[in-house]
């Protein structure tokens, strides 16, 4: 019997376990680790796509739970969060079944369960609608690709995977507009993607840390499923253009939002967004390869996400659990109150700091060998179309940048200085348990990031199902190598070269410092020592979120470059708002007019289809 | 590879890192009294002796300062106390990646210039964090001055390695390097382009790191000396080795060319030390950055733009 059959049954005796830990009042880790096994030795066996027939599904369609590739990989990954951060298991479930599911019918229901289901439940009304319109776009695309593909006659629409990719060879050009839109109107709420951002942050903000780590994997799957593997065979022209304009667009608002963000976790919510949005740009630049049948470039854009991937979600985990964690030992989430936590927290600080090391794409390892990939890509993209490739570059570089210069203002605001609260200054360190769960959390980002190579080879099936063409040669396992051969990074090498080089600097520099350190009060630029009313110091001889950001924005703002100094600020608010209130209107019009524009679209796909 | 190979490559890779280290500082001070010349010495030719001493004096500090009480302010971290010598090491690597006066080194196969330009940046990020460690108002907002500055740079340098992309085909050194032996003129024009595109952006991008260093003090305050002559040194390298390849001898397979390319390093070197000296003047005044930035911009877009003109007419 084949290995993935058997994986699957018992993904799906796991599944069950899963619920019945919760019905048990039981810790689900254990059962969702056994889950994330299971994942792996399918990805080990190169999981070929088994299927499980169920009675779900319309007529003539093939019902069916199945597992490939890119369900293997989505599920370990799920099971990976759910296993070190307790997971809600209705949601886990529900999430489970969208990457498990083989039918359209099936996929959507799910994935609608989902979204229904993930925390915090009591929304406020822009996230809540968000919420609807995401689980809306959902159903939309899964019934319009399943529209697409009903043969010519047909009554009801086909809903198996198999037979949807037969169908949709060709899209009307109806179909091609509405497809991404609506695939993007679901994913992009829980990717944090611009302008429908609000829901992302208020998942990472206030809801377990959990939530948004499976509500990313649930919006990639989903980005992936519908957009690449069942209508990536024959991508309109600008579907590439659109997803690549839109990563950018998502990634450079966040990283701003990242550098402007008053609380802990509003700007990690942000910072996470920024990956999502680079990893949108892969999935854009992907489909624009496949368009231009460019299949070693459309094989390095989809593994620069799958290398993305895992940083963006357990150390991104990791880094969400750490805030947390923080915000409650120091009784403030606002930034303006955290500060000197390595001091009193050095262990979770140092666990912060690789966190930060990976998710700012600092070299040699962690997030930075997706990073290369990416701009490699990006590079290859300059040969087809140079100017869009030129712009998308510089931006990709410039919030690529700024999330950087985001990620050291968190860093310096919260970890160092001096302590701005009572409760900041006795915030005690986070338990050895936590800190054991979130060093694991960073062991299997570090070393994708170390072997890069073996990640890939790992994950081949993934590649073969979603980027047609791929070339048979495995990847190298200890370096990534760009399909022309322009160039190598060898992240391991790399990280020995560094290794090196700081175990000799800090031999010879304790050599050559003969005497030993000494401690004096620091100097506050002629200030008054700080009255008994103000046992911290005075806020104004320290540096705040507030000072760190009108540094960057007087330095690179509107002085750096001409055109932008003759823009008004309120010109510029209202040109940054102007997407937002357009995505407001967008959502009141569903929320009113919701049936009309349904039937609306159902009339125009009919019309479309009998012409 | 054989035996002999590895050990002549090793030997190689040696001599270039002790060059490297000992070259650096005098780098700096060459610029310092490049700069200095016209203050000094108005209306006197600038004497040998004064070139020696000024050569000399680098180290003469860096062992003084090296020598002194090492002293941190009293809520000072670990992070600020292992900043300057993480940053020293990692623009050691960055710079025993970049090739100074040979070609075929055992680690040109991971000389890739986006991984150069990254650590490069991340020496810089260590030490902005190491400057904002005791939270004081006055140096973290000195300190975030440097990266901020650099921001505007950024357009010109992604497009300068985008230019350089596109005339050579990668953008390992190797590639870059070995690109020059042959092909098209255009080619050639646009990858000397992006080669000032960077250079101007490195420039723009560097010049501003003084606030990082204004609460460091003995050995702490050396080794920034070091870092940020280490990281000069690496960018001239880097420059002056895509704008002349050939100067650059090989490992491989005569060391006998060895002197040569030793000889036209000093030249390079010496030749950016002075470059850098005389421009330090200019660089101090407000606006010149900025207009350093959309220089190299506007490079860095003329080097695609020439290749694609090259295209079309093909």
Redesign the interface.
């Known amino acids: 019997m084949d290995v993935s059959l058997l994986v699957l049954v018992g993904l799906l005796l796991v599944l069950m376990g899963v619920l019945a830990a919760k019905a048990m009042r039981r810790r689900a880790g254990i059962v969702a680790g056994v889950g994330a096994s299971l994942c792996a030795l399918a990805l080990l066996a190169g999981a070929r796509g088994a299927a499980l027939p169920v009675p779900i599904g319309l007529a003539g369609g093939g019902g069916a739970l199945q597992l490939d590739g890119l369900s293997a990989l989505f599920l370990f990954l799920s099971f990976l969060v759910a296993a070190f951060a307790e997971a809600e298991p209705l949601c886990l479930v529900a999430t489970c079944l969208a990457m498990l599911a083989g039918d359209l019918v099936l996929l959507a229901a799910a994935a609608a369960l989902a979204l229904l289901a993930l925390p915090p439940q009591g929304l406020g009304r822009r996230p809540g609608r968000l919420r609807t319109m995401a689980a809306g776009g959902l159903v939309g695309a899964c019934a319009l690709l399943g529209g697409v593909a009903a043969p010519a006659g047909a009554l009801l629409p086909e809903t198996g995977f198999s037979l949807v990719r037969d169908g949709v060879a060709t899209l009307g050009r109806e179909a091609a507009v509405l497809l991404p839109v609506l695939v993007l109107l679901g994913v992009a709420p829980l990717l944090g993607l611009w302008p429908l951002a609000a829901w992302h942050r208020r998942l990472c903000g206030t809801a377990p840390p959990w939530a948004a780590a499976l509500a990313s994997l649930l919006g990639l799957f989903l980005l992936l499923r519908l957009l690449l593997g069942l209508a990536g065979s024959a991508p309109a022209a600008g579907w590439g253009y659109g997803l690549a304009a839109l990563g950018i667009a998502s990634a450079l608002a966040a990283a701003v939002g990242a550098l402007r963000a008053q609380t802990l976790r509003g700007a990690v919510a942000r910072l996470l967004a920024v990956q999502n949005g680079l990893a949108v740009l892969g999935v854009g630049i992907c489909l624009l390869a496949r368009t231009d049948d460019l299949p070693g470039l459309a094989a390095a854009a989809l593994d620069a996400v799958l290398l993305l991937l895992p940083t963006q979600v357990l150390a991104g985990l990791a880094m969400l659990t750490l805030a947390a964690g923080m915000e409650e030992e120091a009784g403030a989430s606002l930034l303006a109150r955290l500060?000197?936590l390595?001091?009193s927290m050095p262990r979770a600080t140092a666990l912060a700091a690789v966190a930060v090391a990976m998710l700012a794409?600092?070299?040699?390892v962690g997030g930075?060998p997706a990073l290369?990939l990416l701009?490699?890509s990006t590079?290859a993209v300059?040969?087809v179309a140079?100017v869009p490739?030129?712009l998308a570059?510089?931006a990709a570089?410039?919030a690529v940048?700024?999330s950087?210069?985001a990620w050291?203002r968190l860093?310096?605001v919260a970890g160092?200085?001096?302590p701005r609260t009572p409760r900041g200054a006795a915030a005690q360190e986070i338990g050895g348990r936590l800190g054991r769960t979130v060093a694991a959390m960073l062991v299997l980002p570090g070393l994708i990031g170390l072997l890069p190579g073996v990640w890939l080879r790992l994950l081949r099936s993934v590649g073969a199902g979603l980027a047609a063409g791929v070339d048979a040669d495995p990847p190298p396992l200890l370096h990534l190598v760009?399909p022309?051969?322009?160039?190598?990074?060898?992240p391991l090498?790399?990280a020995v070269?560094?290794l090196v080089?700081?175990g000799?600097?800090?031999l010879l520099?304790r050599r050559?410092?003969?005497?030993?350190?000494?401690?004096?009060?620091?100097?506050?630029?002629g200030s008054a020592p700080p009255p008994p009313w103000l046992p911290f110091g005075d806020p104004?001889?320290?540096?705040g979120p507030a000072?760190?950001v009108r540094?960057?924005g007087?330095?690179?703002g509107p002085?750096?470059?001409?055109g932008l100094s003759r823009m008004r600020p309120r010109r510029l608010r209202a040109m940054l708002a102007a997407p937002e209130a357009v995505g407001a209107w967008l959502l009141a019009a569903l929320r009113r007019h919701g049936a009309v524009l349904a039937l609306a679209l159902l009339a125009g796909l009919l019309a479309s289809r009998g012409a | 590879m054989t035996l002999a190979e590895l050990l002549l490559g090793v030997a190689a890779l040696l001599l270039h890192l002790a060059l490297s280290v000992a070259a650096a500082p005098m780098l700096g001070a060459l610029a310092d009294w490049v700069a200095a010349m016209p203050a000094d010495r108005p209306r006197s030719r600038p004497s040998r002796a004064g070139l020696m001493a000024a050569l000399r004096r680098p180290w003469q500090r860096l062992a003084w300062l090296m020598a002194k009480e090492p002293v941190l302010a009293e809520n000072a971290s670990a992070v600020g106390g292992m900043a300057p010598i993480l940053a020293v090491a990692v623009t050691l690597a960055a710079a025993a990646l970049v090739p100074s006066f040979l070609r075929g080194m055992p680690t040109g196969g991971l000389a890739d210039l986006p991984a150069i330009l990254a650590l490069l940046g991340l020496a810089n990020l260590i030490l902005l964090l190491g400057s904002l460690d005791i939270g004081a108002a006055g140096p973290g907002l000195a300190a975030m001055a440097a990266p901020s500055a650099a921001l505007p740079a950024l357009p010109g340098l992604v497009l300068a390695v985008a230019g350089l992309w596109l005339a050579s085909g990668g953008t390992g050194l190797e590639i870059l390097l070995a690109a020059h032996d042959g092909g098209a003129p255009g080619r050639s024009v646009a990858r000397l382009l992006a080669t000032v595109a960077l250079g101007l952006a490195a420039l723009a991008a560097g010049s501003g790191e003084d606030g990082l260093s204004r609460e460091l003090a003995g050995p702490d305050l050396a080794l920034f000396g070091l870092q940020s002559d280490l990281r000069r040194l690496a960018w001239i390298e880097l420059v002056t080795a895509l704008a002349w390849p050939g100067s650059l001898a090989t490992v491989h397979p005569n060391p006998l060319y060895w002197p040569l390319g030793l000889l036209l390093w000093a030249v390079r070197v010496t030749a950016g030390g002075v470059m850098l000296g005389a421009v330090r003047g200019w660089l101090a005044v407000p606006g010149a950055r900025r207009q350093l930035a959309r220089a190299s911009a506007a490079f860095g877009v003329l080097a695609p733009l020439l290749l694609l003109a090259g295209r079309a007419a093909e």
């Open positions: 500060g000197g390595v001091q794409f600092l070299p040699p930075f290369w701009l490699q590079l300059a040969r140079p490739a030129l570059m510089v570089a410039v940048a700024l950087g210069l050291v860093v310096a160092l200085g001096r760009v022309g051969g322009g160039a190598t990074l060898s090498a790399l070269l560094l080089a700081i000799g600097c800090l520099g050559l410092a003969v005497r030993p350190e000494r401690r004096a009060p620091a100097w506050q630029q104004l001889t320290q540096i000072t760190l540094m960057v007087r330095q690179a002085a750096g470059w001409p």
